[in-house]
């Protein structure tokens, strides 16, 4: 059976690289910020081998900033997160978890610190723009938030420092793990992060403007014709092996940051300000009840998971979920993220998994494989 198409209209936005996008063969969408998101090029594991072993190109405009500008931008931003940001200088990116009040995450984005008055908010999926309106606006803060004209292009695999340099000058690769520069091209400045969705190193590139979108996407494919470049996507087997959070996947609202693993990013004591703090302080003393681990499934290939799948101890009571999982042919076997209860997250914990083909053996893995 043909899965149904996508109808599109103004409301999925198209984005500044999408005539690239069609021409190099797109294969499947998702929808990601009310906009277009590729999914797969040639096929999952084509995309998944080619981005281990040469260079993609990504159009991920989908993440889109949050913008905060004025004299209260710094204080804005610490009111988001539970992540202190009193050190963080501007050149910086930090990934910060968003949380409400009660300590439930909203999203988790990199947040890009421009300068003391300006930051971006590079965003996961979730229409996390009127929040931060909100609290400006409850709190009567001296800032403008908005959404600016940025269309992130990423640049990923173990040869990007090689295409970025092609277009961007050598200089391009002395940019530190989370920091930015600023670079030109044809004219125009272009901050440049050395972050991405992968775990196969790489770039973002924030394109200010969607005039100079097509002009890149071209330049790139160009330059990076004899390193066999493709255009590439946030591929599924590729970030379940490396633990890569996916949010609205792996992760809701009704999580806190610490049941995600995300503790490490979570200064309770010291992010004053920060909306969700009190509720935080509380989960931080007590320790999270569940939590996210990688499990292995037992078996041939799983199919696609779509809905959240049961997890279940050895006498068959539920004792977490799956919520991404798929064939690895790295590792050989299902790789898969799942927030498992704590009498069942260690290391080595046999388990049952409910998929849509049948029960497969499982357990949980002492940490992600990439």
Known sequence: MNAPLL???RRLRRTPFSQGVEAAGVKAYTVYNHMLLPTVFRSIEEDYRHLKEAVQVWDVACERQVELRGPDAGRLMQM??????RGMTPGQCFYVPIVDETGGMLNDPVAVKLAEDRWWISIADSDL?????GIAQGWRLDVLVDEPEVSPLAIQGPRADDLMAAVFGDAVRDVRFFRFGHFDFQGRDMVIARSGYSKQGGFEIYVEGGDIGMPLWNALMEAGKSMDVHAGCPNLIERIEGGLLSYGNDMTDDNTPHECGLGKFCNTHTAIGCIGRDALLRVAKEG???QIRAIAI???AVPPCREWWPVLSEKGARVGRVSSATWSPDFATNVAI???RMTHWEAGTELRVVTPDGERRASVQAGFWA
């Open 7 to 9: 109808s599109p209209s």
């Open 80 to 85: 988001l997160t539970p992540r202190d940001l």
């Open 129 to 133: 723009l009127y929040w931060v309106k």
């Open 288 to 290: 999270p009840v569940q």
């Open 298 to 300: 037992e078996g041939t």
């Open 338 to 340: 799942g927030m498992m």
